[in-house]
């Protein structure tokens, strides 16, 4: 006859069992789809390529024209591995408003420039006479982005070119950013943890590197955009950006260029060349050489990034580029889209 004591000892024994069994289930479906992802792992979604075929960035001319001979000298001894697609944007495209000179006035006036402007083209004109007499300038602004350049003959001023009460680099931030912000044109994807400081000294009548604050008469500002997909962006020039500010003795604005593009939410994921692919493209000459400071025609190959291109005009999409970094300051940008994406 069972007993009570012999069903608990029965109930237990079945929970025991039943619960080793549900373990060592799960510990075999666990082994098995990760033996799966081992050896027959499942394949990434294949790229959308919404956009279709893209427009070709567009890239200033080389900084060097020497044909260059690479070799690969990276810490690894090899080329990195990046992944064989990513994602492309679309970039707001700004079209021509009856209301264009409009606003570019009220943001020449705010800069203090107060004449009737001239007109260079149909979307840009250009303002002189600033209402400080001490220094010479002009601003000229397209009428449809609202991107702007603010010149001025500092290089010819002694006040300028003295040097002296050439404020700290910490006190030139706070300067470049308020004129950005006065003229509402501090854009919102400014990752300010990057912006940059460049000591710059006049000889000669041009810009040179300053080895410390004594030595300099200017202070140059650079902001930079924010990662896009974890990835930064790199600009014409390495060495500078696409929104930088001159700051002179007692806190002068000497130079203002600011050219910006909002990047919107849509994207695409594209197909990506390898980096040996790229890397062919580099030896072709199908690359823009963005930097060099060397002598020799032989460049070593430290590093590769991926990263995305931001043009010094307008462009429909930002797109990838696979940037190649060597010895003497060499950089070079090879486009890191597939070409059968690419419209050419």
Do not use: C, R
């Not at 912006?195 to 810009?207: A, E, H, P, R």
């Not at 043009?311 to 003497?328: K, R, S, T």
């Amino acid at each position: 006859m069972l007993t009570l004591s012999d069903a608990s000892y029965d109930t237990k024994e079945l929970l025991k069992w039943g619960g080793l069994f549900i373990a060592g289930l799960v510990i075999v479906v666990s082994l098995l789809l990760f033996i799966k992802q081992t050896f027959f792992p499942t394949p990434p979604p294949k790229p959308t390529i919404a956009f279709g075929k893209l427009t070709p960035q567009l890239f200033p001319k080389n900084a060097s024209d020497k044909k260059f001979n690479y070799t690969i000298n990276t810490l690894s001894g090899a080329l990195p591995t990046f992944s064989d697609q990513t994602k492309v944007y679309g970039m707001q495209i700004n079209t021509p408003d009856l209301l264009g000179l409009t606003n570019a006035k009220q943001i020449a006036q705010v800069a203090g420039f107060t004449q009737e402007p001239n007109k260079i083209s149909d979307t840009l004109y250009e303002w002189t006479n600033s209402n400080d007499t001490d220094l010479s300038s002009k601003i000229s602004i397209d009428t449809v982005n609202y991107n702007f350049n603010i010149t001025s003959d500092y290089l010819n001023n002694s006040a300028i070119t003295s040097g002296q009460q050439l404020q700290p680099p910490t006190q030139s931030i706070n300067d470049a950013k308020e004129i950005l912000s006065a003229l509402n044109s501090f854009p919102s994807d400014i990752d300010q943890t990057k912006t940059q400081t460049q000591l710059l000294s006049i000889n000669n009548g041009s810009l040179t590197q300053a080895t410390s604050l004594s030595s300099a008469q200017i202070i140059k500002v650079l902001f930079y955009q924010q990662n896009v997909n974890n990835l930064p962006i790199y600009y014409e020039q390495p060495d500078s950006s696409n929104i930088n500010i001159l700051v002179g003795p007692q806190d002068k604005i000497l130079e203002v260029n600011y050219v910006h593009q909002n990047i919107t939410d849509q994207s695409a994921t594209y197909p990506l060349k390898t980096t040996d692919q790229a890397f062919e493209d580099l030896k072709q000459g199908y690359a823009y050489i963005a930097s060099y400071q060397g002598n020799s025609s032989n460049i070593s190959i430290n590093d590769v990034q991926l990263g995305y291109y931001v043009e010094g005009q307008p462009q429909a999409y930002l797109m990838p580029v696979m940037v190649f970094l060597g010895n003497d300051n060499f950089v070079a940008y090879v486009p890191a889209v597939t070409d059968e994406w690419i419209n050419k």
